[in-house]
């Protein structure tokens, strides 16, 4: 049994894909299970994967209609067999001896999950500047910690939140999988990831090569221009509202609100996007509801109410509040 499985997604990356391929089974850990999941790439990316499960044994490919990065993740761990996780984007590289490292690191600390360092990229491979990672310390935290050091950054937070420089026990994933077509899917399941944790190993080893390139999902601009925005923040008022932290979950809350206040910024040409545009407008209402049954202030029902009449007859009432 390999102890670690790592998870490739593969899309329309012909030109990345062997390097990435190439970063991963030339591990010093070479206790690994590969698992190349081509989403239906529509260039010679599924060739081109089946070529290296040829060259090594240790690589299984999955051909499946493409669904987007979540499914395609959710699809290797449904066959993944390690005890161990790890996920790689395709058009990144891993260091030859980071995988190595996070493990000796889990044996160290017997934290639950071990986050390495990244360093970005040009499409070259150069390493760049900006941004900076080089602040993160050799350091083991637990969950308070790790929410309190996310929520005080500004701009190097992926440190924390992204998928791929993590090692995780395959257990996290018994019942957890990503949210499937939404962006910013690491922001939906990193609650669930976290709220398994006693103790989180963070490396300052820079073992991750993130590549930034034009047309990625990371480069198409602002966030909250998307609905997967507020959705993703609703999510966390919910597990900082079940955790008891209100104050949080509260300006979580009132982040989505304002965020859907802005609703300029959204696509809501189709029906369904409208659809789902209430639907997380109603989400706020019982956010609010929520709250106030948990703290016991009745001034979050009168809140909830407002939301449910619409936002613009909230936006008037904090109108009036503030003046």
Same mark, same amino acid.
């Not at 001896?97 to 499409?123: G, H, P, R, S, Y």
């Not at 602002?222 to 919910?238: A, V």
């Not at 932290?245 to 040409?269: H, P, Q, T, V, Y």
């Given at each position: 049994?390999?102890?670690?499985?790592?998870?490739?997604?593969?899309?329309?990356?012909?030109?990345?894909?062997?390097?990435?391929?190439?970063?991963?089974?030339?591990?010093?850990?070479?206790?690994? *299970?590969?698992?190349?999941?081509?989403?239906?790439?529509?260039?010679?990316?599924?060739?081109?994967?089946?070529?290296?499960?040829?060259?090594?044994?240790?690589?299984?490919?999955?051909?499946?209609?493409?669904?987007?990065?979540?499914?395609?993740?959710?699809?290797?761990? #449904?066959?993944?067999?390690?005890?161990?996780?790890?996920?790689?984007?395709?058009?990144?590289?891993?260091?030859?001896?980071?995988?190595? +490292?996070?493990?000796?690191?889990?044996?160290?600390?017997?934290?639950?999950?071990?986050?390495?360092?990244?360093?970005?990229?040009?499409?070259?491979?150069?390493?760049?500047? @900006? %941004?900076?990672?080089?602040?993160? %310390?050799?350091?083991?935290?637990?969950?308070? *910690?790790?929410?309190?050091?996310?929520?005080?950054?500004?701009?190097?937070?992926?440190?924390?939140?992204?998928?791929?420089?993590?090692?995780?026990?395959?257990?996290?994933?018994?019942?957890?999988?990503?949210?499937?077509?939404?962006?910013?899917? #690491?922001?939906?399941?990193? %609650?669930?990831?976290?709220?398994?944790? +006693?103790?989180?190993?963070?490396?300052?080893?820079?073992?991750?090569?993130?590549?930034?390139?034009?047309?990625?999902?990371?480069?198409?601009?602002?966030?909250?221009?998307?609905?997967?925005?507020? @959705?993703?923040?609703?999510?966390?008022?919910?597990?900082?509202?079940?955790?008891?932290?209100?104050?949080?979950?509260?300006?979580?809350?009132?982040?989505?609100?304002?965020?859907?206040? *802005?609703?300029?910024?959204?696509?809501?040409?189709?029906?369904?996007?409208?659809?789902?545009?209430?639907?997380?407008?109603?989400?706020?209402?019982?956010?609010?509801?929520?709250?106030?049954?948990?703290?016991?202030?009745?001034?979050?029902?009168?809140?909830?109410?407002?939301?449910?009449?619409?936002?613009?007859?909230?936006?008037?009432?904090?109108?009036?509040?503030?003046?």
């Amino acid at each position: 049994m390999p102890k670690i499985s790592v998870i490739i997604p593969v899309y329309k990356v012909e030109r990345y894909l062997g390097a990435c391929v190439a970063s991963v089974a030339g591990q010093t850990y070479a206790d690994l *299970e590969i698992i190349l999941v081509d989403d239906g790439s529509p260039d010679n990316c599924p060739a081109l994967c089946d070529a290296w499960a040829k060259k090594d044994a240790r690589i299984k490919v999955i051909h499946r209609p493409n669904g987007g990065l979540s499914a395609a993740r959710n699809s290797g761990l #449904d066959i993944a067999v390690g005890e161990f996780i790890a996920f790689v984007d395709s058009d990144d590289r891993l260091e030859p001896d980071v995988l190595q +490292k996070a493990w000796e690191t889990k044996q160290k600390t017997n934290a639950d999950l071990v986050i390495f360092n990244l360093v970005c990229t040009d499409t070259e491979n150069c390493e760049l500047l @900006e %941004p900076d990672y080089t602040v993160f %310390p050799d350091e083991v935290i637990a969950p308070a *910690e790790f929410w309190s050091r996310l929520f005080g950054l500004d701009g190097i937070g992926n440190y924390y939140v992204s998928a791929w420089n993590k090692l995780y026990p395959a257990s996290m994933f018994s019942e957890l999988r990503y949210a499937v077509g939404k962006r910013y899917e #690491d922001m939906f399941i990193l %609650p669930g990831i976290i709220d398994q944790c +006693k103790t989180i190993a963070c490396m300052s080893y820079q073992g991750y090569r993130y590549t930034q390139r034009p047309g990625s999902i990371m480069n198409q601009g602002n966030p909250r221009n998307y609905l997967d925005h507020s @959705e993703f923040l609703l999510e966390w008022t919910k597990y900082f509202t079940h955790k008891g932290d209100a104050l949080r979950a509260e300006g979580l809350l009132n982040d989505a609100i304002a965020n859907l206040a *802005e609703k300029d910024r959204f696509d809501l040409s189709t029906p369904a996007q409208q659809q789902r545009y209430r639907t997380a407008c109603r989400a706020c209402a019982d956010a609010y509801c929520n709250l106030a049954h948990r703290t016991g202030k009745r001034s979050m029902l009168l809140r909830a109410a407002l939301l449910r009449l619409g936002l613009p007859a909230y936006r008037v009432f904090l109108q009036h509040k503030s003046a």
